[in-house]
């Protein structure tokens, strides 16, 4: 799944393609990404088309697009791309809905495994997703107030840095690195921490997230690429996430793959020394 930083590279693409234009036709080619909308793909098309697009906005893992005093909420899910294409361009058989921009490009929603989704929220351009915490690269983001209220959770550390209530953005790949750079265990209460360990473990996930986001992104495969279809590079610069068997570029013991939460995370059981009473 996209996290801060692929999301950040789309926003800023959108920004340079779609800010100021005017949506002139929207054509919903399926209707499961805009299943929220009350009145179904029609509504959705027609509450859209002939709006102007002022501004991409994003926090955490969202997008939206400010139209006056309404949002388009944009989530990649797990496979969601926005691609901007010449309307002759052939479309990527994934293509779900498509926006006709008035200078005659087409930006279009495409999503493979249909995860993702758009939804209109009318008079929330100011703030469409309350639910989403603030994360490390907003202005307003208070990393000792964040740090407290994760010392005060019953939780473990990475459950902490992915629960997007709590700080948003960080996924697995970028909660792995952190822990990693931080050589912290990934079960690790959090009620162990410092409180200047618990501020360090926030500003090195921003610090791991800016990395990538100078690199374009984290791309493993197909699935994630910015509007003009290009990948990003940080895989290459991975100490942790998906190199298993693979010598820790610290103290050389391979890195291993442990069970998380039906995912996995990756660590040097060396550098990151499993607290007392975990397997």
Known sequence: MPELPEVEVVRRGLTAHVQGRTLERVTVLHPRPVR???????GFAADLGGRTVDAVHRRGKYLWLSLADDALVIHLGMSGQ??????????????????????????????????????????????????????PFDPGFDAAAVAA????????????????????????????????????HFELPTGE???RRAVTLLSTARDVMA????????????????????SGYFSRSLEAYGREGQP????GTPIVRRSFMNRSSYLCPRCQRAPKGTR
Request: proline share 6%; hydrophobic share 35%.
């Open 36 to 42: 929220s909308h009350p009145f179904g793909a029609d």
């Open 82 to 135: 926005l691609r901007v294409n010449a309307p002759s361009d052939p479309r990527q058989r994934n293509t779900r809905v498509t926006f006709l921009l008035d200078d005659g490009s087409e930006l279009r929603f495409v999503d493979q495994r249909m995860f993702g989704g758009l939804e209109w929220r009318p008079g929330l351009a100011s703030s469409p997703v309350p639910h989403i915490a603030a994360d």
């Open 149 to 184: 209220r994760m010392r005060s959770r019953r939780t473990t550390v990475k459950r902490a840095l992915l629960d997007q209530g709590l700080v948003s953005g960080i996924g697995n790949i970028y909660a792995d690195e952190t822990l990693w750079r931080t050589a912290t």
């Open 211 to 230: 990395d990538a986001l100078a690199e374009g992104g984290t791309s493993f495969d197909s699935l994630y690429v910015n509007v003009n279809g290009e």
């Open 193 to 195: 921490l410092g409180p």
């Open 248 to 251: 820790c570029r610290r103290c």
